[in-house]
């Protein structure tokens, strides 16, 4: 599943749409709670004219200590949805 930039990074007038992802989220253990520790990589790429992958050299990145505490509304809300997945996973596979 490609991840579409709705605004897309463009060098030399050539458009990278699409991002490669590197995800860590990793508990954040506490006392009485577990947070979770967030680092998120973006890579822009594009297909270039013979319909190989052409990756920048550049990224987008995101780094939370513990997101839930973060105060960041979206990347709660991305945290969040990744744990349902997860718990989806945890389900399925009847673990």
């Known amino acids: 599943m490609a991840l579409v930039s709705r ?3 463009i060098v030399d007038g050539i458009e990278y749409p ?3 992802l590197n995800l860590a989220v990793s508990p954040l253990v506490k006392e009485t709670s577990i947070g979770g520790s ?4 973006l890579t822009p790429y594009r297909y270039d004219e013979d319909g190989k992958i052409d990756l920048l ?3 987008r990145s995101q780094l939370y200590l513990d997101v839930f505490t973060s105060g960041d509304a979206i990347g709660i809300e991305c945290a969040t949805d990744v744990m349902t997945a997860i718990q989806k996973f945890i389900d399925n596979k009847n673990w």
């Open 18 to 20: 699409f991002y490669a």
């Open 38 to 41: 967030v680092s998120m990589k």
């Open 57 to 59: 050299d550049e990224s």
């Open 7 to 9: 605004n897309p990074i």
